[in-house]
């Protein structure tokens, strides 16, 4: 089909390059720490003021109409839409999420929201015969936070979370309430409910984010299609010995729980090594000891496992792999081991007929059709709730993201802006 996916009556239409990247510049500028990452967190001022930026830039370069939901999830729009001239069609609806974790990227989230904005722009100047009007978001708190809160925004969107659960979130170091931050950001947190969308709202969403992976940097490719988000399982695991003096007990009267909890880190471990859990990604992130003094055998110990797969089967085998190994190691050690489950969220596919005009869209400008699994979690899993959805991942050079040393190529960027612009010019005409 070759670049022919771009043709319509305004010919083949083509992004600013220059421009995206110079608003990402810009972007980058708000909450940028000494050392090059991005301080950026939920209700920041930082993200006060790039919020009021992009709400500007929206407004005064696109000519879009800006609202902000309950939740400060900020929506751009097309502005007197001659609703005949659509045919009373959905809206298809990009965008990301502008905040950042702590010494983060500037990358991760904002990339998506800026590439959402110049396809928007593009096809805007182009006068593109759309058959469906388009959409920004900016999602309110994506990245975890001092609320205690992540992909906030859309969990109400999608109703995963309503008032009740809004109420309950304060910052863990101010003590400030998170209604009282979403007011500042310009929602209103005493009417959450009022931002649940019904299912269908939207014909599809769309998502470009980096991959956060060195998948793409590895093979040289620029972009993929995301087939499915990451399911995501996590317990706490409790190791009970029996704390002891450190210079007068024997090996053979010692119940170590430390120890122990070796052996469970390295069996955890030990999952990412089996070949028939290809795919599978398995963390032991936090480690609690006590009593935790130098002169006392460890008498407790608190670990925390994250195990990712978008497999169930292959989670349901990590899982009893390793409740053999803990079974062996408590019998042999002389301790008792106890897991207490924390979260365990199903793995969202993305739409297929998004995916296929995603991978006729790259192989239109010279890709592979590939697609890739997203391990970490993202916006799109709850919007997929509601709409056809789907992401396009972009290469992370070096796989590096959440740290400064975040980064992707001005090439990788353009072409997955390109494919970003044809995807919507395919769904446009497919999408009923």
């Given at each position: 089909?070759?670049n022919?996916?771009?043709q319509?009556?305004a010919g083949?239409?083509?992004i600013?390059?220059?421009?995206?990247m110079e608003?990402?510049?810009t972007?980058?500028?708000?909450g940028?720490n000494?050392?090059?990452g991005m301080?950026?967190?939920?209700g920041?001022i930082?993200?006060e003021?790039?919020?009021?930026?992009?709400?500007?830039c929206w407004?005064n370069?696109?000519g879009l109409?800006?609202?902000?939901?309950?939740?400060a999830?900020?929506?751009?729009?097309q502005k007197d839409?001659?609703i005949?001239a659509?045919k009373h069609?959905?809206p298809?609806?990009?965008?990301s999420?502008s905040?950042t974790?702590?010494d983060?990227?500037k990358?991760?989230?904002?990339?998506?929201?800026?590439m959402?904005?110049?396809?928007?722009?593009?096809?805007l100047e182009?006068?593109?015969?759309?058959?469906?009007?388009l959409?920004l978001?900016?999602?309110?708190?994506?990245e975890?936070?001092?609320?205690g809160?992540?992909?906030?925004g859309?969990?109400v969107l999608?109703?995963?979370w309503?008032q009740k659960?809004?109420d309950?979130?304060?910052h863990?170091?101010?003590?400030?309430?998170?209604t009282k931050?979403?007011a500042?950001?310009?929602g209103?947190p005493e009417?959450v409910?009022s931002a649940?969308?019904?299912?269908g709202?939207a014909a599809?969403?769309?998502e470009?984010?980096?991959e956060q992976g060195r998948?793409?940097?590895d093979?040289?490719?620029?972009v993929?299609?995301?087939?499915?988000?990451?399911?995501?399982?996590?317990?706490?695991i409790?190791?009970?010995?029996?704390?002891n003096?450190?210079?007068?007990?024997l090996y053979?009267?010692?119940r170590?729980?430390l120890?122990?909890?070796a052996?469970?880190i390295?069996?955890?471990e030990?999952l990412?090594?089996?070949p028939?859990?290809?795919?599978v990604?398995?963390t032991v992130?936090h480690?609690?000891?006590?009593?935790?003094a130098?002169?006392?055998?460890?008498g407790e110990?608190r670990?925390?496992l994250?195990?990712?797969?978008a497999d169930p089967?292959k989670r349901q085998?990590?899982?009893?792999i390793l409740?053999s190994?803990i079974?062996?190691i408590?019998?042999?050690r002389?301790v008792e081991?106890k897991?207490n489950l924390?979260l365990?969220?199903?793995?969202?596919?993305?739409?297929?007929?998004v995916?296929?005009?995603?991978?006729?869209a790259?192989?239109?400008r010279?890709?592979p059709?590939?697609?890739?699994?997203s391990?970490?979690?993202h916006d799109a899993?709850?919007?997929?709730?509601?709409?056809?959805?789907?992401?396009?991942?972009?290469?992370?050079?070096?796989?590096y993201s959440?740290?400064p040393?975040?980064h992707?190529?001005?090439?990788?960027?353009t072409?997955?802006?390109q494919?970003?612009?044809?995807?919507v010019l395919l769904l446009?005409?497919?999408?009923?």
């Open positions: 089909m070759g022919n996916i771009v319509g009556t083949k239409i083509e600013n390059a220059r421009r995206l608003r990402l510049e972007l980058a500028q708000f940028q000494n050392h090059g301080d950026r967190p939920l920041s930082a993200d003021a790039s919020r009021q930026w992009l709400q500007s407004q370069e696109l109409e800006v609202t902000l939901d309950a939740m999830n900020m929506w751009g729009s839409i001659n005949e659509f069609k959905k298809i609806v990009m965008g999420h905040d974790v702590p983060g990227g990358y991760d989230g904002a990339l998506g929201v800026l959402a904005t110049e396809v928007v722009q593009t096809l182009n006068k593109a015969a759309l058959q469906h009007p959409q978001i900016n999602f309110t708190g994506e975890p936070n001092d609320y809160v992540s992909t906030l859309s969990k999608c109703g995963r309503g659960e809004i309950s979130f304060s863990s170091v101010t003590g400030e309430p998170l931050a979403l500042r950001l310009g209103a009417n409910e649940r969308l019904p299912e709202f599809a969403f769309l470009c984010h980096i998948h793409l940097y093979s040289h490719q620029a993929a299609a995301v087939s499915a988000i990451t399911g995501i399982y996590r317990e706490t409790v190791v009970k010995g029996e704390a003096h450190a210079g007068t007990t053979k009267h010692r170590d729980a120890a122990a909890a052996e469970v390295l069996a955890v030990d990412l090594k089996k028939q859990l290809e795919g990604a398995v992130g480690v609690e000891v006590s009593p935790n130098s002169n006392i055998i460890p110990v670990l925390s994250d195990l990712r797969t089967q085998e990590a899982l009893l409740g190994s079974a062996y408590a019998k042999r002389g081991i897991r924390q365990n969220q199903s793995e969202i596919p993305m739409d297929a007929e995916i296929a005009a995603m991978c006729e790259a192989a239109g010279s890709n059709a590939r697609q890739l699994v391990m970490a979690g899993a709850n919007m997929a709730r509601l709409v056809p959805a789907g992401m396009l991942f972009v290469q992370s050079t070096g796989g959440h740290c040393k975040e992707t190529r001005k090439e990788e960027i072409i997955a802006a494919v970003l612009l044809d995807t446009d005409r497919r999408l009923s």
